[in-house]
């Protein structure tokens, strides 16, 4: 009839090097009655259920059933630790109606239900397996789910999971209906909510898998399993099952319980987790058919609203980050085998043991023994925190303990190819540290700065070889901050560029490349966004309420508390020094001087904006205010409402990220959003900066900046006009009706 | 040896000695020879790959790192191809580290080792005794309830006394003398005085503090701050057992320790429980150039004897003059003597066995007495009694220091020797290398 019918999958993105039909699976028959599926398709490392994928699996499945006299299928990866990544992301984030949504989920749905229908526990007369390892997430875990047996290669690679909730979407291809069945409600809450992956042993413990293997015996004890040469029972919820996945009164406390928990860690922003906990509880009292038809219905809204687009676009960025470290091959490129940390700082001191950790072997540089003796001890102290939580094994912890070496003389660096100094910012001492090493270190070693307002290129200034000088910007606590600044001078080399973002995510982090202006890029935007809060505070608004604000928006923390964890002090020279670099648009409030001058520092000192007592292990906890605190100087803004307050920060935030933009600070909108999630927190079901004001709509962006200029806790004030004043970037995107994204 | 090449100790470190239950108590024996080991490396810029084989001596290893000298390579980032086996001679098991690379690199099989002596005491343990353990064997082997339900009311109170293996270590098993005891016969033999015992146990602490302020250690020394370590604990700079004032008149108030009340061995004049250890790089003079390393000295002889147990206090004399004889040079030409300090009463034993000649003639088949040993040639530096003794540790340590004193000291023989457990004697003769 129609040419829809013909094409069920009408409106889904196909890639752009999509392979030709049949060659994304390889059908293999090793032995008489087995059939062997093997998702392999030539145009990614790592298969994805794309269009190509899914029309080769409709055919592959057909074929199968055809098959006369079959007694086992195993379905597998092209090598034991690599299987498949789950549904195509980037053609979800292109889908534009709930509709293709909806045919996309159902067609996926309907070819793992014909597995489903083929294998034993569905009812048919085949032994189905699935032979997987690696990363399984999402869809790769749903096939999975839904064969008779699970096998695993038994690798520390090897990990489960439905992270679809962390895309702002829940698991559509039988994930909800499918896991709680298996492993039971609470242990499939445990999974699907958190949206996490689970470890090979920990999956097999709770049902999840069936057998764990070595990579070397994958193949054959699938096969073994499929023919039924090993028997390999299937853990049942036995009583279990009925007292509990099937007792309303037991899933109403479940449910009460976990609303709660996810409360409070979504701040309610994040919708698809209560969704998902919603559609997991009713599962096991529902047809398998019916609890499908529900994950559909759900992800077909859910999928195409701007909290998944923001979160996929996230994704997809952190994805991009990872490229930052290949080079035009493509290949990695090499990592640091031993390094040098100058200083022995908070800074300091946290990299040194973050690297010694993460497999380097590194000394560390102070002329203090004092300052040494504590980064030791804090670094053992981390280290034999995770050694007690499990989470290095013994002897991994006794590597990353024996790898930091301390000293404070010039000796035993020559064999380092890489130093990072994170001494006093003064561009003397950084000169005089930095020459030394380059003398120390030899001419092709890394001279990298951790310098958070000094210029890069100054530094680099009258060192042999500036192309290996490069700035990389850690945050403090460096161990939680996910971000790190590439901050590349005008002489930086690309070979640098690189190293450098391999080895930061080495460590765990996302690195993003900015240029080498004042305060980078991440500072550079906190800065109007932290001063306008004190505008504020002088003003009359209660630091609570805004902090409220900031939060409801959907920031980590509110400002005031953002200072009093940075330092008034330190908050303070940051903003003089922005004032200095950018003139009177970044004039930096001078209310809480007198905080300073009388030593309340923040949560360091015990006072700052607000009053810190001990807490919890004797942790600082937030008590009120500090009665310090100067009163304010007028009264504008106290009658002021939640939006007024969050947009006189943030549209702060957003012209500058708009100048930053023009400048070319960060390459693409998409990293400027980036460094903004995760150097910031800024909330990312937003999506970043860049990509609210395109929420927002540029055009209404540059209006409300208008009046925000005009009015009047604003227009009196020295550079309140000017800050307010909409960048030419925003004026143009504005006037051109697009988007930064778009343009 | 005029075709052998001239064998060096090339570089040496060592961590601060502390004292057993101290700095160290949380510290393990891998940790510890991976930290002085990556320091040298790092120092010296050896490339990891320079070495042929790692050799360690160690006299209680602990029972979770067997072959210790294989667990601190590859703890301090020596490549997996580097073989490593661990030697134990007792209280020179650190020297046998050492002559057992002489003696690989006299026979051809590779001339660059890495030599170790560490000693963690503090981590000694205490042992269930006999009783106790057949109690813990029937529980385990006893099947039903009954049966398991007798085996626990075997229980005694008795099973609670643990057998402490730092004292069982220190005792004989050939004649059940604890070594305090043996050193106790050396002063009857001798008759040494209390007195003199006190006296020369003062000296070692004033020598050791005195080249402590000089500087003399850190030439030695690596700073470490210690895994574990209070929160108000600080890096280790110096070895942490030398007492600043030691007075003659304090030590006369310590009782006897072994013998009660007429021995003359105390707590204050025999060396104390010590953690410990020192790393040394053993190559040919050449190989050592080739590698930019500027040798410490020359590894001019040494020898191994032995003696009687009940008297192993006096194994260095009957070891030097092997030791000497093979060089073909007399007591005098040496200059500085590394006799390790056990006991004062053994270090006086010895300096009388040195010098008497019915000695000789006795036990060592001379006519004449080896010489006179000056108390100002004898651990110029102090010794055991004041840095401790770590008794893997101390055979690499006083080789080290001993190294370096022909250079601090402008001599040209030099002498590092030690008593051993068990009745032996070791001593290697250090030449300065003129480099």
């Known amino acids: 009839m129609s040419a829809q019918e013909h094409n069920p999958l009408e409106g889904v993105p196909v890639p752009a090097n999509a392979p030709a039909h049949g060659e994304s699976i390889r059908i293999e028959r090793p032995e008489p009655g087995l059939m062997r599926l093997v998702l392999d398709p030539p145009h990614r490392s790592l298969a994805v259920f794309d269009v190509p994928m899914l029309l080769d699996l409709d055919a592959a499945i057909a074929e199968v059933e055809n098959e006369g006299s079959l007694r086992g299928l195993v379905i597998s990866g092209a090598d034991p630790l690599t299987f498949a990544g789950g549904a195509d992301l980037e053609a979800i984030g292109k889908l534009k109606t709930p509709e293709a949504v909806g045919r996309y989920i159902a067609f996926g749905q309907a070819l793992f239900q014909r597995i489903h229908k083929l294998s034993r526990s569905g009812g048919g007369t085949v032994m189905v397996v699935a032979a997987i390892g690696g990363p399984v997430p999402g869809g790769a875990c749903e096939i999975a789910l839904a064969c008779d047996r699970i096998v695993m290669t038994r690798d520390d690679r090897s990990r489960i999971g439905l992270p679809e909730v962390k895309l702002g979407i829940v698991p559509g291809w039988g994930g909800c209906a499918r896991l709680p069945r298996r492993v039971g409600v609470p242990a499939a809450l ?136 290949k080079d035009h091959q493509g290949n990695k490129v090499e990592p640091f085998g031993r390094g040098a940390v100058v200083g022995a700082g908070i800074m300091g001191g946290a990299i040194a043991s973050l690297m010694a950790e993460r497999g380097m072997s590194m000394r560390l540089r102070d002329l203090s023994r004092d300052a040494l003796d504590d980064a030791v001890r804090d670094h053992q102290g981390e280290v034999n925190k995770k050694r007690k939580r499990r989470h290095l094994k013994n002897h991994k912890a006794n590597a990353a303990i024996d790898r930091l070496e301390v000293t404070t003389g010039p000796e035993g660096f020559g064999k380092c190819e890489i130093v990072i100094e994170a001494v006093a910012e003064v561009m003397k001492v950084k000169h005089i540290v930095l020459g030394e090493f380059a003398e120390l270190l030899g001419p092709n070693a890394i001279l990298a700065t951790n310098t958070s307002s000094l210029s890069v290129a100054e530094m680099a200034q009258s060192l042999p070889n500036p192309g290996r000088v490069v700035g990389m910007h850690f945050f403090n606590p460096v161990r939680r901050m996910p971000l790190v600044e590439i901050v590349r001078g005008p002489q930086t080399t690309d070979e640098t560029v690189r190293r450098i973002a391999r080895l930061a995510l080495d460590l765990g982090k996302t690195p993003v490349v900015v240029r080498d202006v004042p305060g980078f890029l991440v500072n550079r935007l906190l ?129 500058e990220g708009a100048r930053a933009m023009e400048e070319r600070v960060a390459a693409s909108p998409s990293e400027l959003d980036l460094a903004t999630i995760f150097g910031m927190g800024f909330a990312p079901f937003r999506g970043g900066l860049l990509a609210y004001a395109d929420s927002r709509g540029p055009a209404k962006i540059v209006e409300r900046l208008k009046r925000i200029a005009t009015s009047p806790g604003v227009v009196s004030r020295p550079g309140g006009p000017e800050r307010f004043d909409s960048a030419p970037l925003l004026l143009e995107v504005a006037e051109a009706g697009g988007t930064f994204h778009a343009s | ?304 004897a032995g003696c009687d147990p009940s008297r192993m206090g006096l194994g260095p004399v009957f070891a030097t003059a092997k030791c000497l004889d093979q060089a073909g040079v007399t007591l005098d030409d040496v200059g500085p003597i590394e006799l390790n300090e056990a006991f004062a009463v053994q270090v006086l034993a010895c300096r009388k066995a040195f010098a008497s000649d019915s000695f000789a003639q006795k036990h060592l088949g001379r006519s004449k007495a080896m010489g006179e040993v000056s108390l100002a040639q004898l651990n110029p530096n102090g010794g055991a009694i004041a840095i401790g003794h770590p008794v893997g540790a101390t055979g690499a340590r006083i080789l080290l220091t001993s190294a370096l004193e022909l250079e601090a000291g402008d001599h040209e023989l030099g002498l590092a020797t030690l008593c051993i457990g068990g009745g032996q004697g070791g001593a290697v003769l250090l030449e300065r290398c003129s480099a």
């Open chain 1, 190 to 325: 445990g999974v699907i909510v958190p949206g996490k992956l689970v470890r090979a042993r920990a999956a097999l413990k709770m049902g999840m898998i069936d057998r764990v293997t070595p990579a070397e015996y994958l193949e054959r004890v699938g096969a073994d399993i499929a023919m039924g040469r090993e028997k390999c029972a299937r853990k049942t919820r036995g009583k279990w099952s009925w007292l509990i996945d099937k007792n309303p009164i037991a899933l109403a406390v479940i449910e009460r319980q976990a609303a709660k928990g996810i409360l409070k860690a979504t701040g309610g922003h994040y919708p698809a987790a209560s969704i998902a906990l919603d559609l997991v509880l009713r599962s096991p009292r529902q047809y398998l058919a019916d609890a499908l038809t529900e994950e559909r219905r759900v992800n077909s809204t859910l999928a195409t609203n701007p909290i998944t687009k923001a979160l996929i676009g996230i994704y997809e960025m952190t994805e991009f980050a990872k490229g930052l470290a």
């Open chain 1, 527 to 655: 800065a109007p966004y932290l001063d306008e809060a004190v505008c504020l505070l002088e003003d009359g608004a209660s630091p609570e309420r805004v902090d409220r604000a900031m939060k409801q928006f959907g920031m980590p923390m509110g400002p005031f508390e953002l200072l009093d964890e940075v330092g008034l002090d330190i908050a303070g020279h940051a903003g003089e020094s922005m004032h200095r670099g950018y003139g009177e648009r970044m004039t930096a409030n001078k209310f809480l001087k007198p905080l300073v001058r009388s030593g309340d520092l923040g949560k360091k000192t015990g006072a700052g904006i607000f009053r810190y007592e001990s807490g919890k292990k004797g942790r600082p906890k937030a008590a009120g205010l500090n009665p310090r605190l100067p009163s304010p100087n007028s009264t504008r803004a106290v009658s002021l409402s939640h939006n007024d307050i969050v947009d006189r920060l943030i549209l702060a935030m957003v012209n």
């Open chain 2, 1 to 304: 040896m005029s075709t052998q090449p001239e064998i060096v100790l090339a570089a040496g470190l060592r961590l601060p000695q502390a004292r057993a239950g101290g700095a160290y108590k949380r510290e393990d024996a891998g940790h510890l020879g991976a930290a002085v080991t990556r320091e040298l490396m790092a120092r010296t810029g050896l490339s990891p790959d320079a070495f042929d084989e790692v050799i360690a001596g160690c006299v209680g290893q602990p029972h979770d790192q067997a072959n210790l000298a294989r667990v601190v390579a590859l703890r301090a980032g020596l490549p997996q191809a580097t073989p490593a086996y661990t030697v134990a001679r007792n209280c020179a098991s650190g020297m046998e580290a050492v002559t057992s690379a002489v003696t690989q690199i006299m026979a051809g099989r590779g001339d660059t080792f890495l030599c170790l002596g560490i000693e963690t005491m503090s981590a000694y343990p205490l042992l269930f005794n006999q009783k106790a353990t057949d109690f813990f064997g029937r529980l385990a082997f006893s099947r039903s309830i009954g049966a398991k339900l007798g085996a626990i009311t075997s229980w005694r109170p008795s099973m609670l006394a643990p057998r402490i293996a730092l004292v069982e270590g220190l005792t004989d098993p050939t004649n059940d003398l604890i070594m305090g005891s043996t050193a106790e016969n050396l002063a009857r033999d001798f008759e040494l005085s209390r007195l003199d015992a006190d006296t020369y146990a003062a000296e070692s602490h004033t020598r050791a503090a005195a080249a402590r302020d000089a500087g003399r250690f850190a030439k030695e020394i690596m700073p470490y701050f210690p895994m574990g370590a209070s929160k108000k604990q600080k890096a280790l700079a110096a070895d942490d057992s030398i007492r600043d004032g030691q007075s003659v008149e304090a030590l006369a108030k310590l009782r006897p320790y072994f013998e009660k009340p007429d021995g003359v061995v105390t707590v204050g004049n025999a060396c104390g429980i010590t953690d410990g250890a020192t790393a040394l790089v053993v190559t040919t003079k050449q190989r050592a150039l080739a590698l930019g390393l500027k040798p410490l000295a020359t590894i001019k002889s040494f020898a191994w």
